[in-house]
């Protein structure tokens, strides 16, 4: 089975710094990666699929990248809203397995 | 508006089962693929199971041979029967829909691109 493992687990970040979360899988998975931002007490948001192509309706501070093994989801400008839950999703064709990753905490400094 | 919304959790004991539902409306539930997705308190999110729109399925293994993944077309529903419940499939569930993306060359990908709000499953005694 494919594991995806995100760094870091927890982010301390300031208002407008730019902050970049790094998923690593265990194996190549193309580009079928998604990132999703979850906050207290709702449900997860796409934020990007594909890797790198920005769900209708998120900023553009928000962008994603990568292939393969390793991708990243970078946030240019932090913004008070971003304080939340990022985690990675693969959704490769084989094994159709759509794990996640443990998740990566994004907290005010 | 897309909207998902789930029901049936509640406390079972031990052993005991339990069906989740999740209502679909404002697309066209028999083309997509739906998941199911948990959540244990304080804990990530857990990938449960996929029920393609042609009826193919895939369970995590963690729940392979308890829990079974099924479709109503015709009341725009989604169900998940849990069997052999444990104190580790205390969670809450979200159900989601399953975007397929295409661009010039063909395929390109997948996300679950809406979720419900979830319900919750407590398993103790």
């Known amino acids: 089975d494919i594991q995806l493992t995100q760094s870091p687990s927890f982010l301390s970040a300031s208002i407008g710094d730019r902050v970049t979360i790094t998923c690593r899988a265990s194996?190549?998975?193309?580009?079928?990666l998604a990132w999703y931002q979850q906050k207290p007490g709702k449900a997860p948001k796409l934020l990007i699929y594909?890797?790198?192509t920005l769900q209708s309706g998120v900023p553009s501070r928000f962008s994603g990248s990568g292939s393969g093994t390793e991708f990243s989801l970078t946030i240019s400008s932090l913004q008070p809203e971003d304080f939340a839950t990022y985690y990675c999703?693969?959704?490769?064709?084989?094994?159709?397995?759509?794990?996640f990753g443990q998740g990566t905490k994004l907290e005010i400094k | 508006e897309v909207q998902l919304v789930e029901s049936g959790g509640g406390l079972v004991q031990p052993g005991g089962s339990l069906r989740l539902s999740c209502a679909a409306s404002g697309f066209i539930f028999s083309n997509y693929a739906m998941s199911w997705v948990r959540q244990a308190p304080g804990k990530g999110l857990e990938w449960v199971s996929t029920?393609?729109?042609?009826?193919?399925?895939y369970y995590a293994d963690s729940v392979k041979g308890r829990f079974s993944i099924s479709r109503d077309n015709s009341k725009n529903t989604l169900y998940l029967q849990m069997n052999s419940l444990g104190a580790e499939d205390t969670a809450l569930y979200y159900c989601?829909?399953?975007?397929?993306?295409?661009?010039?060359?063909?395929?390109?990908?997948?996300?679950?691109?809406?979720w419900g709000q979830g319900t919750l499953v407590t398993v103790s005694s």
């Open positions: 594909s890797a790198s």
């Open positions: 989601a829909k399953v975007e397929y993306y295409y661009d010039s060359t063909g395929f390109n990908g997948r996300a679950f691109d809406y």
């Open positions: 999703q693969q959704l490769n064709s084989y094994p159709r397995l759509y794990t």
């Open positions: 029920l393609s729109s042609s009826g193919t399925i």
């Open positions: 194996q190549g998975i193309s580009t079928y």
